[in-house]
Structures are given as structure tokens and as C-alpha cells.
């Protein structure tokens, strides 16, 4: 079946650290892998998406990572601040192209940032 | 611009009875997705809408779950008969061009006594 599960549950860090949070998936046939943050009481909100032929994808302050070879995939914050502490979730989309299909949610990893 | 809208943010309703919950997708998004959060837990896909296409409901987790979307716009989720797990936090999302990049609400928590 498919999944995309979270090593670990918890992460804390301390604030100016790099964070790097992490995600295993089971399923090859994504079309692209995304990260969505989600902070207490609201909904989801879309960080950044790697495309499943790419490797390394870099945004403001956020690089995401794919190995394709051991279907892992990290998502690092540099100098984490407490404005980044929420639930990191990673999901795989799968559909036709990118117009048409449904994204498939992990658990979800709750990064907490200390000063 | 407005972003996704659910109304109402917050629903305590008895076993049995019927919920609707509603879902006001950003302008011009073509596509409209439905979720239920379980507290501490990950998003359980529900329904999505796309366009004129028949909606993908494989994810409703049984009959008494329904959706509809008018016009292209608006969203009601209904639950029928509610039991006690159906108490979740229901989210919509709705998207444009890149349907994995999507626009949340913030949610109806819904609480089934």
C-alpha cells in the first residue's frame, strides 16, 4: 500500500540552529513530494515541492532533499527561528501532471524552537 | 486576496444528528479538496472536486459522508447521523494550476457528544 511516514515525531532545537526534519516513502510512483507546516490552530500551509526527477530543490531559508535511492526525503531549515516551530508534514502527490490528483499526508513532525 | 473560508469554525452537535459544513474556495481556484484532522494525527483525504470532473470521493469513510460544490465555487461537506468519531477538525483546501500546491482553511472543528 502507500505511505509516507515521519521518522521521528518530536524535534527540538535551539533557535539560530539548522533543523532537519525527515521523511520516508514507500511509494515510487509520486509525481512530486511537498512539505506543508501547519502551526497551532490553522490549516496546513504550503512550504515548498520537489518535483520526483529532481534531487535537491532550494527555497527562502529551505532546502528539500530526495533519494530516490532509499525513498527518503528531508526538509532543512537553516537558522530555525521560534516563528518556526509548528507540525512539518511532508505528503506525495500523485495524479496526471500537475493539474489533475490528491496529495497523501505523513503523521506530521512537531518541530519546537527554544531560545 | 481573501483566502479559504469554513463556516462554521466551530460545531457541537448531538449523536445522531446532521452537520453541514461549508467551504468558500479562493476565487478563480479550480480545484477543491476536503480533510479530516483527528487530533494529533495527520489529514485523512475525504473528497476533491476538479473542475467539471467527476469528484474523486474514494476517501469518504462511508455513506453518511456526502459533499457537493455549486457553480464551481462554494463547498457544503454534510454528515449524516453523526457518530462520536466523527469528531475531527474538517479542512478544506482548494488549489489553481498546481493542485499539490493548496490553500487551506482554517477549519471546522467539529465536536459529536
Known amino acids: 500500500g502507500e505511505s509516507v511516514g515521519l521518522h521521528l515525531p518530536t524535534l527540538s532545537v535551539q533557535e539560530g540552529d539548522n533543523s532537519i526534519i525527515n521523511c520516508a516513502y514507500s511509494?515510487?510512483?509520486?509525481?512530486?513530494f511537498i512539505w506543508y507546516k501547519q502551526e497551532s490552530g490553522k490549516g496546513p500551509q504550503f512550504i515548498i515541492d520537489i518535483r520526483s526527477n529532481m534531487d535537491k530543490r532550494q527555497g527562502q531559508r529551505v532546502t528539500v532533499l530526495l533519494n530516490k535511492t532509499v525513498k527518503h526525503l528531508s526538509l532543512q531549515i537553516a537558522a530555525t527561528q521560534p516563528g518556526d516551530s509548528a507540525v512539518y508534514f511532508c505528503a506525495e502527490f500523485k495524479g496526471r501532471g500537475s493539474t489533475l490528483g490528491r496529495l497523501y499526508f505523513g503523521r506530521g513532525t512537531q518541530l519546537t524552537v527554544w531560545p | 486576496g481573501a483566502g479559504v473560508s469554513q463556516s462554521p469554525s466551530n460545531k457541537v452537535t448531538e449523536k445522531g444528528k446532521d452537520v453541514e459544513l461549508r467551504c468558500d474556495p479562493i476565487?478563480?481556484?479550480?480545484?477543491l479538496y476536503w480533510y479530516r484532522q483527528s487530533l494529533g494525527q495527520g489529514l485523512e483525504f475525504l473528497i476533491y472536486?476538479?473542475?467539471?470532473?467527476?469528484?474523486?470521493k474514494s476517501g469518504l469513510p462511508s455513506d453518511r459522508f456526502s459533499a457537493e460544490r455549486t457553480g464551481g465555487s462554494v463547498s457544503t461537506l454534510t454528515i449524516q447521523r453523526t457518530q462520536q468519531e466523527d469528531s475531527a477538525v474538517y479542512l478544506c483546501?482548494?488549489?489553481?494550476?498546481?493542485?499539490?500546491?493548496?490553500?487551506f482553511g482554517p477549519g471546522t472543528r467539529l465536536t459529536v457528544t
Open positions: 511509494n515510487s510512483a509520486s509525481d512530486y
Open positions: 472536486f476538479q473542475g467539471n470532473s467527476a469528484p474523486d
Open positions: 476565487s478563480g481556484h479550480t480545484a
Open positions: 483546501a482548494s488549489s489553481r494550476d498546481r493542485v499539490y500546491e493548496q490553500y
